[in-house]
């Protein structure tokens, strides 16, 4: 299994950022999927979370409205659109995935290497 994050970057307050990771080495249109933030000194924190057939979504309280994540499936690739992107949104973001639906970060089997995004003036 690989999980390979890209779209990161510095951004001011405000702006937006689209983050991508493409899947390989199993059947990702089973999988529900994740993104995952870890902030420098804090832990790991859910951030949202997809069902396989994009029938349903789930936000932290802290990004709704604001984020949006989709997939698709014919290129095996997850997403997340970020706008309104505030400093509080600084962390390095993994894509990840488990066997079943949660928002426990605990319970997620397989990880990306994550993509920083950085959001300073």
């Known amino acids: 299994v690989q999980l390979q994050e890209s779209g990161g970057g510095l951004v001011q307050p405000g702006g937006s950022l689209r983050l991508s990771c493409i899947a390989s080495g199993f059947t990702f249109s089973n999988y529900y999927m994740s993104w995952v933030r870890q902030a420098p000194g804090k832990d790991k924190e859910w951030v949202s979370s997809?069902?396989?057939?994009?029938?349903?979504?789930a936000y932290r309280e802290s990004v709704k409205g604001r984020f949006t994540i989709s997939r698709d499936n014919a290129k095996n690739t997850l997403y997340l659109q970020m706008n309104n992107l505030k400093s509080e949104d600084t962390a390095r973001y993994y894509c990840a995935t488990a066997e079943w639906w949660t928002d426990s970060v605990d319970e997620y089997t397989y990880w990306g290497q994550g993509t920083q995004v950085n959001v300073s003036s």
């Open positions: 997809i069902y396989a057939d994009s029938s349903h979504t």
